[in-house]
Nanobody
Framework: QEQLVESGGGLVQAGGSLRLSCAAS????????LGWFRQAPGKEREFVGG????????YYSESVKGRFTISLDNTKNMVYLRMDSLKPEDTAVYYC?????????????????RGQGTQVTVSS
């Protein structure tokens, strides 16, 4: 099984930027796609974006499209989430997750493994 560890979270002012990293280890050859999700206090977990390893196709949620960018480094088994123009409503714990099957990127239930998360706080 693969393991995922996120890093890069922190406190940033509205309008600022952060880059989150997710390091995959273990049976990484089984990973078909990697996704980012977030969960704000009192809210359900929300899909942010995902990327398929084979063709690097990417899908973003409408709430982050144009502000967030996902990138993948297969040689290092790393996936990144660059977040620009951050808003207070982006405040959440951000999770990296891995899929082993070719299914919908936005379906949380279709992910097999996720990391522990990293906190992102955007102040107004």
């Amino acid at each position: 099984q693969e393991q995922l560890v996120e890093s890069g979270g922190g406190l940033v002012q509205a309008g600022g930027s952060l880059r989150l990293s997710c390091a995959a280890s273990g049976r990484t050859f089984t990973i078909y796609a990697l996704g980012w999700f977030r969960q704000a206090p009192g809210k359900e977990r929300e899909f942010v974006g995902g990327i398929r390893r084979k063709d690097s196709s990417i899908y973003y949620s409408e709430s982050v499209k144009g502000r967030f960018t996902i990138s993948l480094d297969n040689t290092k088994n790393m996936v990144y989430l660059r977040m620009d123009s951050l808003k207070p409503e982006d405040t959440a714990v951000y999770y990296c997750a891995a899929q082993r099957r070719p299914v919908s990127l936005s379906d949380l239930t279709a992910y097999d493994t996720r990391g522990q998360g990293t906190q992102v706080t955007v102040s107004s």
